[in-house]
């Protein structure tokens, strides 16, 4: 028979652990993201659809994700893209393949929500090159379920 202490202790010791939840990861934006996570760049891939829609045009795709504790990213959603299209899938499908290690300052692997801008197709010229870029460029994330 078990003594009321010890079920009292078993329960003062496990009982915390069933209220604890999970912090959200926190939001860094595309600048700071370095700080936290590296991407290891072999984990870039584009699977362009034989027949698309859209993907001769210069354009950009800005894609949020969450890096997670293990380095691959979850919860992908494209924020905005630019000229729609095909664009739109082969953004999020890259940034669904992209893994990341953390950087000594995150020896906890803390997740984090973030997002990049992809570019396709980019003129050479520096200012045309800009000004697709910024057609993707965001204030703040859209946070709501699609």
Not at 62 to 81: A, C, E, L, P, W
Request: charged content about 15%; some cysteine.
């Amino acid at each position: 028979m078990l003594r009321p202490t010890t079920i009292v202790f078993a329960i003062a010791c496990c009982g915390s652990a069933f209220g604890q939840s999970i912090a959200p990861p926190k939001t860094v934006a595309p600048e700071k993201l370095a700080g936290y996570w590296t991407m290891i760049t072999s984990s870039v891939e584009a699977n362009v659809p034989n027949i698309s829609k859209g993907v001769e045009k210069p354009g950009c795709a800005t894609v949020s994700f969450v890096v997670g504790s293990d380095g691959n990213t979850s919860n992908v959603r494209v924020q905005k893209v630019v000229p729609e299209g095909d664009f739109r899938k082969i953004a999020e499908g890259m940034a669904t393949g992209l893994h990341f290690e953390p950087t000594v300052s995150n020896a906890g692997r803390q997740s984090v929500m973030s997002w990049l801008i992809f570019p396709f197709n980019l003129p050479s010229d520096p200012a045309a090159r800009e000004a697709v870029m910024q057609a993707c460029a965001i204030d703040k994330l859209d946070t709501k379920a699609p």
